[in-house]
């Protein structure tokens, strides 16, 4: 990675980065982040993965995509080079990504891990702030089969004289993690659980509303994305603007009409009577489960589901099976061949547990199915899932 962005001039270079790493909340931690910093008038980069229909969501500056003729430019004058060091697809892309940034004039640029954080491909940049989110157990063969090892991969953010900021709210993995921030020479190092008091929280059709307690202010906010735990990952990407300092911090009045600007596709999105949600482990389920409880839109709710055959497929059902009405069980057309999940099994365990679910092998029927039969359609299992559905919905993942 290293030898190829050289290669490049070494763009993650030039612009201010935060980083930012978990396995749950990342995602939201990192669109609040790029609003927050757009309403104090920056021009923002930001860097995310997977995408869910286009390749260019990946890459985004001023709320734009890279464009399509970049992408095809770029590629065929730096491939042979990335070819001849060996690199992969994601290490190609991150590569990409942060030479768009720099020649695009941005001002800063919000990044997101691929995987992990201690060997993933964007673990190059000196960032202004590194932060951690929620930790749970996903990606077990490479991370760790533990909460412990998996927060000590994706601590590996932390970077000597650079500020940390700790979102994990389990008080044993946080303290390692803030230890683990100390011993790299991070500092200063922000613990939000410790620091930020998050009450009354409130779930609406227009998002979630939470006051907030933290050294940086206090107020009564709200964030379009729903969820109880996203009052916790917006306390996350506040304290990691506050612990950036001037000129990324902005006073606590401004940010309540800036949170009103976050979007982030797949994440408890709703569009008509469609809700989707890229819960991909068995926390993300739990999570997106009580979600719907608390919103009890309109029944009967039919959720589509595919996993990928990696994940804790039955764990997830357990999680989301009681909060919906009936299950349409499929396989995502995009999901890569060796991880497709074994439908006739996961059928076979819904009927077990006396779930009311149907296998559909056929995505488009399955969709079909889905949709006749809900007033209320949860898309979920993962960013394949999601994206396919979006695909042919004609969902569009960047809209505003």
Known sequence: MRALLAALGDPHLAVPVFHVAGTNGKGSTVATLEALLRAGGHRVARFTSPHLVDFRERIVV???PIAEAEVEAWVARWLPTADALGATFFEITTALAFDHFARAGADVAVVETGLGGRLDSTNVVRPLVAGVTAIGLDHTDLLGDTRE???AEKGGIFKAGA???VGEPDPAIRAALAAQARAAGAGPVRVVAEECTVSDVALTAGGTAFALDAPFGRARLVTPLLGAYQAHNAATALTMLDAAGDPWWMPIDRVAAALGE???????????RWLFDVAHNPDGARVLGQTLG???PERPVVALVTVLSDKDWRGMLRALAPAVDHLVLSVAPTAPPGRVWPLAAAAAF???QGW???AEPDFDRALALASARGRTVL??????TVGDAMLRLQVDPLAR
């Open 62 to 64: 001023g709320g734009a």
């Open 149 to 151: 090892a998996i927060a």
């Open 163 to 165: 500020a940390a900021v």
């Open 262 to 272: 976050v979007r982030l596709a797949g994440r408890f999105q709703r569009v008509g």
């Open 294 to 296: 608390a919103l009890a």
């Open 350 to 352: 819904a009927a077990e």
């Open 356 to 358: 009311d679910a149907v």
């Open 379 to 384: 898309v979920t299992g993962s960013f394949h």
